[in-house]
């Protein structure tokens, strides 16, 4: 039998179980679990993952169950965002010996930062596309947009990002989202990215956390942190959310899809040798709702900051820019709610990074690795990350690695 490897944080609410043996977690992210685990819908417990740190309403990295409400904040603004990776039959000894025109290459094909040049049109991936994916994703993307008609005619609100989730698919986004070309342990070459679902994410969430917010003062209910407000299950706009944040969540899937045909498509230019595409592609949400059975009842699960780890799941968990990457399966333990990380977790905070990191810190730490170099990535150098080799020591209960990966080609968002 596997050794439980978790710690209880103490709580006067329901117990916070804590996979952080080997990590420091900070005051402030502590007394928000606390604050969850005082909530009477709170199921069971609260499972807290290795790169846990504070965040807006719930502690990222953490797996929040519930009965008979949801928390908006808890999910964040984020819907959906995850991770992607493609192995392909590539090995190292085929890249070209510079990186640079497959970095421009991708960053050519995927627009990133804060842009609203996506699909469709001639610009992004829809032109590098065989017509079979053409066509599939073309009528994925439609059917999409046909569902978010049905939520903006109820939320009118919503309408202006509404009209801009077009022009968001197929984009990176900003912050911590990248597309990277990885190595694994066999020199074979992976496509791995970071996003997730874009202006529209961003733009339901924070509609109905303040719709939330509302409720909670019309009925006159006190909470620990306003961030906690929270939809009673049953009630309209708990419906309402779940759909919204249900198509959020599609939407940040395809999104990936489009970005992992276009970075195929950079690598088909940068690499003359003909290859092919591995069948074990891997995509998953990790700041996202589920409907899920755990201890004997049915319940919602919120992940924010975490991957689904059944047995047999497969996951991936990122390192940090410099930092080894991981291709997980799970081994569904059930005091996890059958979960793990989602990566490496920050150690401090953007502003922190950029006063203590130099642009030759962060060329050190980046050695070897086709990436951006200048001061606006120096908030995502890797030292502003958790340790990564001791996240993964700490869940080694709750997945076992199956690939490890470390980036040579890094873009940023």
């Known amino acids: ?145 046909n569902r978010l008609t049905v939520i903006v005619a109820k939320h009118p609100k919503l309408e202006k990002p509404a009209r801009r989730a077009l022009t968001h698919a197929g984009t990176l986004g900003t912050g911590n989202h990248f597309v990277e070309i990885c190595l694994d342990e066999s020199d074979s070459v992976w496509i791995m990215l970071h996003s997730g679902s874009r202006g529209i994410g961003n733009a339901i969430g924070s509609y109905f956390i303040e719709k939330a917010k509302e409720d909670m003062k019309r009925w006159f209910i006190n909470l620990p942190d306003k961030d906690l407000a929270y939809l009673p299950q049953g009630s309209e706009l708990y419906r309402d959310y779940c759909d919204a944040v249900e198509w959020a969540q599609d939407f940040a899937r395809l999104n990936r899809d489009l970005m992992i045909v276009a970075a195929v498509a950079a690598l088909r230019e940068a690499v003359p040798k003909p290859f092919e595409l591995d069948e074990s592609a891997v995509n998953c949400h990790h700041n996202y709702v589920s409907w899920e059975n755990h201890f004997g009842e049915n319940v919602t699960v919120t992940r924010k900051g975490a991957v689904r780890a059944r047995v047999g799941d497969l996951g991936i968990i990122p390192g940090s820019m410099g930092a080894r990457s991981f291709i997980v399966r799970g081994k569904g333990n059930p005091d996890s709610f059958c979960s793990c990380s989602h990566g490496a977790g920050r150690s401090m905070s953007r502003t922190e990074a950029r006063k203590r990191f130099t642009l030759e810190d962060h060329a050190k730490a980046t050695a070897g690795i086709e990436c951006r170099k200048d001061e606006e990535v120096i908030d995502e150098t890797p030292a502003a990350y958790k340790d990564i080799e001791a996240v993964m020591a700490d869940q080694s209960d709750l997945v076992e690695i199956v690939h490890t990966l470390r980036q040579v080609v890094c873009v940023k968002g």
């Open 1 to 145: 039998m596997t050794e439980r490897k978790f710690e209880l944080i103490e709580s006067n609410g329901k117990p916070i179980k804590a996979w952080t043996c080997g990590v420091q977690v900070e005051e402030s992210a502590k007394q928000q679990l606390r604050n969850l685990s005082g909530l009477p819908f709170i199921h069971s417990h609260i499972a807290v993952m290795p790169d846990v740190h504070f965040g807006m309403g719930a502690t990222i990295g953490s797996v929040i169950a519930t009965k008979g409400a949801i928390i908006p904040a808890a999910v964040g603004v984020d819907i959906g965002c995850g991770m992607a990776a493609q192995r392909t039959t590539l090995v190292a000894s085929d890249l070209p010996d510079s990186l640079l025109a497959l970095r421009t290459g991708i960053e050519k094909r995927i627009p990133h930062g804060r842009t609203n040049n996506g699909m469709p049109g001639d610009r992004g991936a829809w032109g590098e596309m065989a017509p079979q994916a053409v066509g599939r994703l073309a009528v994925e993307l439609n059917e999409l947009m």
